[in-house]
């Protein structure tokens, strides 16, 4: 393992003013089982190294994996790196916070305590569970992922900080088939606790919600009244998260460019960056850049309060860091759209034509980040006389985000922490634009 007190005194003696070291390292383990056999096992264990280093006012950066190359070798690498930089950003290596949140709770060593005979057999189990549940269920695959992260941080500045965090996915998806139709969905459970990974709601629900989806087809063009599951809408939120970075407003890359302070949603929608999360691998007290992360909330009942910075755009806007600085650029930890008080049965009481929304193709192409339009292919089910009725599927819901968070017009207490890594509720929307038959 590299001296870091001997790499940053080296550094210094070469010319490079100031540096800083963020080592990171990924445990991963992979179980699968497909159509009742162990078709994967893989584990893995990952390190990197990122060395960055003020050298005749640049800001240079190394990456390296070997974390046994020589100190000579990285620091001939930064300052060679440093001469070819051009930006006119000011460099900065951040001296720390005063304060940083205590972060124990994000790592749970019973998941280290499980053996990992009990995981592969807790695999085998959904498998056949699902098999099982009904003669229409014709090819399983089930799958149980287990991570953890660990960094740190120091410079020479005299910051030294550590987080470690870990999760776990048990994950599973199933064909099912009648006479005349064949439909898969997919589900996950993601949680840092052993105790949450139960697999009869889990396999129960799974295979009910596939088997009532056979048959779909599309409906009639026109406006219906939507109630978008978590699954669906933090699709939508993770669409469009760019829009709150600053790094993009300042290149007028965001719909959001000077809607600081203003209504950008109704009354009911509320979305936060909570850096601490309970059950999130990517969770954390501190970003890649020493900043000590914070709970914010970006937008609070429609208002829009922050955008999402990093040292480098929070200086050009004569701000403070948010505790958003990660990969060189700005990112979330955790978004999260904050809950409701009634289910989401509740939210479709009053719906006499309208549609659940459970999920959403076509993200990548189909939002346009900068305008804030979507186009997406979509499937769920029509919902009559407030209660879920035929299945639908092969229709497109297009809109606005920014006009979707104006027409949001309550909010579920289902909140569920998606496979995009945002958390969200089922939400109910006005009347939206749907193109079907």
Same mark, same amino acid.
């Given at each position: 393992?590299?001296?870091f007190?001997?790499?940053?005194?080296q550094a210094?003696?070469?010319?490079?003013s100031?540096?800083?070291?963020?080592l990171s390292g990924?445990?991963?383990?992979?179980?699968?089982?497909y159509? %009742?056999k162990?078709?994967? +096992?893989?584990i893995?264990?990952?390190?990197?190294?990122?060395i960055?280093g003020?050298?005749? %006012?640049?800001l240079a950066n190394?990456?390296t994996?070997n974390l046994n190359?020589?100190?000579?070798?990285?620091?001939?690498?930064?300052i060679e790196?440093?001469?070819v930089i @051009?930006?006119?950003?000011?460099?900065?290596?951040?001296?720390g916070?005063?304060?940083y949140?205590?972060?124990?709770?994000l +790592?749970?060593p019973?998941?280290?305590q499980?053996?990992?005979?009990?995981?592969?057999?807790k695999?085998?189990?959904?498998?056949?569970?699902?098999?099982?549940?009904?003669?229409?269920?014709m090819?399983v695959q089930?799958?149980?992922?287990?991570g =953890?992260?660990?960094v740190?941080?120091?410079?020479?500045k005299?910051?030294?900080l550590?987080s470690?965090?870990?999760?776990? @996915?048990?994950?599973?998806?199933?064909?099912?088939?009648?006479d005349?139709?064949?439909?898969n969905?997919?589900?996950?459970?993601?949680s840092?606790?052993?105790?949450?990974?139960?697999?009869?709601?889990?396999?129960t629900?799974l295979v009910?919600? $596939?088997l009532r989806?056979?048959?779909a087809?599309?409906?009639?063009t026109?406006?219906?009244?939507?109630v978008?599951?978590?699954t669906?809408f933090?699709?939508?939120?993770?669409?469009?998260?760019?829009?709150?970075h600053?790094?993009?407003?300042?290149?007028?890359?965001?719909?959001l460019? %000077?809607k600081?302070?203003e209504k950008i949603?109704?009354d009911?929608i509320?979305?936060? @960056?909570?850096?601490?999360l309970r059950?999130?691998m990517?969770?954390r007290?501190?970003?890649?850049?020493g900043?000590? $992360?914070t709970?914010?909330?970006?937008?609070?009942?429609?208002?829009?309060?922050?955008?999402l910075?990093?040292?480098?755009?929070?200086?050009?806007?004569?701000?403070?860091?948010?505790g958003?600085?990660?990969?060189? =650029?700005?990112?979330a930890l955790?978004?999260?759209v904050k809950?409701?008080n009634r $289910?989401?049965?509740?939210?479709?009481?009053?719906?006499?034509?309208?549609?659940y929304? $459970?999920?959403l193709? %076509?993200?990548?192409?189909?939002? @346009?980040?900068?305008?804030g339009?979507?186009s997406?292919?979509?499937?769920?089910?029509?919902?009559?006389?407030?209660?879920?009725?035929?299945?639908v599927?092969?229709?497109?819901?297009?809109?606005n985000?920014?006009?979707?968070?104006?027409?949001?017009v309550?909010?579920a207490?289902?909140t569920k922490?998606? +496979?995009?890594g945002?958390?969200?509720?089922?939400?109910?929307v006005?009347p939206?634009?749907? =193109?079907?038959?």
């Amino acid at each position: 393992m590299m001296n870091f007190k001997q790499l940053f005194s080296q550094a210094l003696q070469a010319g490079i003013s100031d540096v800083q070291v963020f080592l990171s390292g990924s445990k991963e383990m992979n179980i699968e089982s497909y159509e %009742g056999k162990l078709d994967r +096992y893989e584990i893995s264990d990952v390190s990197g190294l990122s060395i960055k280093g003020i050298y005749h %006012g640049k800001l240079a950066n190394y990456y390296t994996e070997n974390l046994n190359q020589p100190i000579a070798e990285i620091i001939s690498n930064l300052i060679e790196n440093a001469k070819v930089i @051009d930006s006119t950003d000011e460099p900065i290596i951040y001296a720390g916070d005063k304060e940083y949140a205590k972060a124990d709770q994000l +790592y749970n060593p019973k998941l280290d305590q499980v053996d990992v005979s009990d995981k592969i057999e807790k695999v085998k189990t959904l498998d056949n569970t699902l098999k099982n549940k009904d003669p229409r269920v014709m090819t399983v695959q089930a799958l149980y992922a287990e991570g =953890s992260r660990s960094v740190t941080l120091e410079n020479t500045k005299g910051l030294k900080l550590s987080s470690k965090a870990n999760a776990a @996915d048990l994950f599973a998806e199933v064909i099912v088939k009648n006479d005349v139709d064949q439909r898969n969905q997919f589900d996950l459970i993601h949680s840092s606790d052993p105790a949450d990974l139960e697999i009869e709601p889990f396999a129960t629900n799974l295979v009910q919600n $596939t088997l009532r989806s056979l048959g779909a087809k599309p409906i009639a063009t026109g406006e219906y009244a939507i109630v978008f599951n978590p699954t669906a809408f933090s699709l939508l939120v993770s669409a469009f998260q760019g829009i709150f970075h600053a790094d993009n407003v300042q290149k007028n890359l965001s719909l959001l460019k %000077g809607k600081l302070g203003e209504k950008i949603g109704s009354d009911q929608i509320s979305i936060v @960056d909570d850096p601490l999360l309970r059950h999130s691998m990517r969770s954390r007290p501190f970003d890649d850049e020493g900043v000590a $992360t914070t709970y914010k909330e970006l937008v609070k009942n429609g208002m829009l309060n922050t955008y999402l910075y990093n040292l480098v755009s929070a200086k050009k806007d004569n701000v403070s860091s948010t505790g958003n600085g990660f990969g060189g =650029s700005t990112s979330a930890l955790n978004l999260v759209v904050k809950a409701g008080n009634r $289910t989401p049965e509740q939210l479709m009481i009053d719906v006499d034509n309208g549609l659940y929304i $459970t999920e959403l193709q %076509g993200t990548h192409a189909g939002c @346009d980040s900068i305008s804030g339009d979507f186009s997406l292919q979509a499937s769920g089910f029509v919902i009559k006389n407030g209660e879920l009725a035929e299945p639908v599927a092969l229709i497109t819901v297009a809109g606005n985000f920014l006009g979707l968070m104006k027409d949001v017009v309550e909010v579920a207490n289902d909140t569920k922490l998606t +496979y995009v890594g945002v958390m969200s509720p089922s939400v109910r929307v006005r009347p939206q634009k749907v =193109s079907g038959l």
